[in-house]
């Protein structure tokens, strides 16, 4: 299970200068996972190469590597440094599997400029993190928040009340009921107040102070709806369309007053969940069809928040499924002719990309150039064929995001938030048992944390793709071998690959602008290469 397979053909293979600590393996009957304990968590630390063409390359795969580094160097293709000779020696073991792959780098051809990376912190990520021992609290922080040792995230999505990862839906101003002028709404739940510090801390132990909040509402209170209930078929009742505006609003005074500030708020989370899914979608949820949102938003969200301390805080919509692209914002504004104006961006979820083209993603994108277009949620182990909850070690589930991740950078899409930051061994808590996998999972002991091969996945992209990176064309001469290349803001440029073959391939990248090198890539492996 080392990293036997991995060689680098242009000569200066130098040892991995940075301090990372590895990886401490350990395999299950469905894969190997990273463990970390109170005494020890792997960490990513690189040292960034400063001259030009000189290359970091970080590298993850099935059979056991995880964020392994090597070194080398882009040379001419003209100077002829390296020699297939050498490499074919070097390579001799592989010889008669290895495909021959080039990669092709365009900068003139320019797309979306990248905003970043993200998880949520739902009410059962606090739960969890709270039966940590604080060492490992501190460990997972930095894993995902640390731009130094961690994978660098720089979003966080958070419910407005409850969610599903929950231990029970909730809401504020459950009580009184049919209390329009939300009397009761004057502090935070206590749910709430826990989760300030978890976040006050984490920003604390990680240096970043910067991470960008985006508040998403599954559910007003029970008595704002029209059948009265968390879940089932609803609808927002119209003498209440103020009032859950209104909502959206205090919530913001009230965190600002705890020091948490918010980057964005969405309309709400999913709301067909209570429109078409209500049979099979047992948490809490609103519904709305797109007109009457359209109405909510264009008369009573759009200027409430813009008329309010908080009119800089961005309003995301949809945060639903792709397949509502792009037809659900003509429709809100069918419903107000400003609906869609006082949106700063769009958010999509992932559960149904499996069936849905990535077109409707560039559709969106020409159609609002200058809104955003986020990903806000994915989760695997949603399907009811799927296995519910963690499989442990299952690099399938680190393909799955790789690939839809690449997919979404591929079309237009600017940030990229995936769900719960951290679950239990059986995807949970959740009161309404809809269990799913997560990028680290903790042993409910507290003693111990799961790093899966998702969170690999998911730090090739956010360590390496900064802040305001374009992404420019890339081209691969094979199928089984997928690229996305951007060049940062610092000048360097990265480019992340992914494997897909059961075999090793040798891979060629040629940049016009940097020369030529070669890397083999190890069966079912990702790659993030980082050159000046
Ligand atoms: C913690 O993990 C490290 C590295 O795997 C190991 O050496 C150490 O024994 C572990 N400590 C405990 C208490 O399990
Ligand atoms: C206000 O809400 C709290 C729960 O947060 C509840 O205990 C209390 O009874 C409510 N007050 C009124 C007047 O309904
Ligand atoms: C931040 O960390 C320092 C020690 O590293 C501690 O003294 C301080 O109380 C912490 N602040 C918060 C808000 O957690
Ligand atoms: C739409 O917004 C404009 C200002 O941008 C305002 O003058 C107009 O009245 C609004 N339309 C409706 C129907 O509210
Ligand atoms: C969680 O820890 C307990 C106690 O050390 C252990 O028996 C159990 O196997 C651990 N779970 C996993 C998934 O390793
Ligand atoms: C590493 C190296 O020598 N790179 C050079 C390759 O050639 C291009 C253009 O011919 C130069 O700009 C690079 O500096």
Not at 148 to 169: A, E, T
Not at 204 to 222: C, D, F, L, Q, R
């Amino acid at each position: 299970m080392t990293s036997n397979l991995f060689v680098v053909t242009v000569l200066l293979l130098l040892s991995a200068a940075a301090a990372s600590l590895p990886c401490a393996l350990r395999h299950y009957p469905t894969g190997s996972v990273c463990v970390c304990n109170v005494t020890y968590c792997d960490t990513l630390e690189l040292v960034e190469p400063t001259v030009a063409g000189e290359f970091v390359l970080v590298s993850s795969g099935r059979d056991g590597i995880r964020f392994q580094q090597s070194r080398g160097r882009f040379v001419n293709a003209s100077q002829v440094d390296f020699h297939p000779a050498v490499m074919r020696a070097r390579y001799r073991r592989f010889s008669r599997s290895l495909k021959s792959v080039t990669v092709e780098l365009n900068r003139k051809r320019r797309f979306q400029r990248v905003a970043g990376f993200g998880g949520a912190f739902t009410g059962s990520v606090s739960y969890n993190l709270k039966l940590l021992k604080p060492e490992l609290r501190m460990s997972i922080y930095q894993a995902y928040y640390s731009k130094k040792v961690g994978i660098g995230y720089s979003f966080m999505r958070i419910p407005i009340g409850g969610c599903d990862f929950d231990l029970k839906p909730w809401a504020y101003n459950e009580l009184p009921i049919n209390d329009g002028k939300l009397s009761n709404f004057s502090r935070l739940d206590s749910r709430d107040v826990q989760r300030i510090d978890q976040i006050k801390e984490l920003m604390n132990v990680t240096g970043n102070y910067e991470i960008k909040i985006m508040g998403a509402a599954w559910s007003p209170p029970k008595w704002m709806k029209s059948n009265n209930d968390w879940s089932g078929s609803s609808r927002l009742k119209e003498e209440y369309y103020q009032t859950w505006a209104d909502y959206h609003v205090k919530y913001l005074h009230l965190m600002k007053a705890a020091g948490i500030d918010y980057w964005a708020i969405s309309t709400g989370n999913e709301p067909m969940n209570a429109v078409i899914g209500f049979l099979f979608i047992r948490f809490m949820s609103l519904g709305w069809t797109a007109h009457s949102q359209g109405r909510w938003v264009g008369a009573h969200l759009g200027p409430t928040l813009r008329n309010s301390p908080f009119k800089s805080v961005k309003l995301f919509g949809g945060d639903d499924q792709r397949y509502t692209l792009p037809w659900w914002y003509s429709l809100m504004n069918e419903g107000h002719p400003n609906a869609t104006q006082y949106l700063d961006g769009l958010a999509v979820h992932w559960y149904w990309d499996g069936i849905t083209p990535p077109g409707l993603l560039d559709q969106a994108a020409n159609l609002y150039p200058d809104k955003l277009l986020f990903n806000t949620e994915a989760s695997l182990g949603d399907k009811p064929f799927q296995t519910h909850g963690p499989i442990l070690g299952s690099w399938d589930r680190a393909e799955s995001y790789i690939t839809y991740i690449m997919q979404d950078l591929e079309h237009s899409v600017h940030g990229w938030i995936d769900w719960n930051l951290l679950l239990n061994e059986i995807g949970g808590p959740n009161y309404a048992k809809n269990y799913v996998e997560s990028a680290v999972v903790i042993n409910s002991t507290g003693e111990e944390l799961y790093k899966q091969p998702i969170f690999y996945g998911l730090g090739h992209f956010s360590r390496f793709i900064t802040e305001d990176s374009i992404r420019f064309e890339t081209t691969s001469s094979d199928s089984g071998l997928a690229v996305v290349g951007f060049e940062r803001p610092d000048g360097k440029t990265t480019l992340i690959f992914h494997n897909k073959r059961s075999s090793p391939c040798e891979m060629t990248v040629r940049d016009p602008e940097r020369g030529t090198t070669q890397l083999q890539l190890p069966p079912k492996s990702v790659h993030s290469i980082l050159y000046a």
